[in-house]
């Protein structure tokens, strides 16, 4: 009788253990998951008025991505279709505000990647851009120039 009155608090401590497992990893660890919002915008850095630039157009690829050690999940991606240069101008236009819940900013790292295309009588030009976001923000704004 006294073997199965310790048996059983045993039993339930390992299976509180294994249910809570990460939850009792982050509390001895001493990490906290933290929400991250990231605030998107575009403005343009060029005069895009001139006729030169009337049938020139640019498509925007945005990704969140989140790196723990070795491993990337994306978390987040979204693409802005072509819109002529044109209406671009050097106000900054919000375009996007994405919140990322539960990251340990003692563990991971949040990467924004973001490729700007081109195009324009029938040439093709891709610029990308890779950023580490600041860990210790909980809030970013991201300009991207076109």
Same mark, same amino acid.
Request: charged share 25%; net charge positive.
């Given at each position: 009788?006294?073997?199965?009155?310790?048996?059983?608090?045993?039993?339930?401590? &390992?299976?509180?253990?294994?249910?809570?497992? +990460?939850?009792?990893?982050?509390?001895?660890?001493?990490? +906290?998951?933290?929400?991250?919002?990231?605030?998107?915008?575009?403005?343009?850095?060029?005069?895009?008025?001139?006729?030169?630039?009337?049938?020139?157009?640019?498509?925007?690829?945005? &990704?969140?991505?989140?790196?723990?050690?070795? +491993?990337?999940?994306?978390?987040?991606? +979204?693409?802005?279709?072509?819109?002529?240069?044109?209406?671009?101008?050097?106000?900054?236009?919000?375009?996007?505000?994405?919140?990322?819940?539960?990251?340990? &900013?003692?563990?991971?790292?949040?990467?924004?990647?973001?490729?700007?295309?081109?195009?324009?009588?029938?040439?093709?030009?891709?610029?990308?851009?890779?950023?580490?976001?600041?860990?210790?923000?909980?809030?970013?704004?991201?300009?991207?120039?076109?």
């Amino acid at each position: 009788m006294k073997k199965q009155l310790l048996i059983l608090p045993l039993l339930l401590i &390992s299976i509180t253990v294994i249910a809570f497992n +990460k939850q009792i990893q982050n509390w001895f660890n001493g990490t +906290k998951a933290v929400k991250k919002e990231i605030s998107f915008s575009i403005t343009g850095k060029n005069d895009y008025t001139l006729q030169a630039y009337n049938d020139a157009a640019a498509e925007i690829e945005i &990704s969140i991505t989140k790196i723990n050690g070795g +491993k990337r999940i994306v978390l987040w991606k +979204k693409e802005f279709e072509n819109m002529l240069l044109k209406q671009y101008d050097s106000n900054i236009m919000p375009i996007e505000n994405v919140n990322i819940n539960n990251t340990f &900013s003692a563990k991971e790292t949040i990467e924004v990647s973001y490729t700007i295309t081109y195009k324009s009588a029938g040439k093709v030009l891709k610029l990308g851009r890779e950023i580490l976001l600041d860990k210790t923000e909980q809030k970013d704004k991201l300009e991207i120039e076109v």
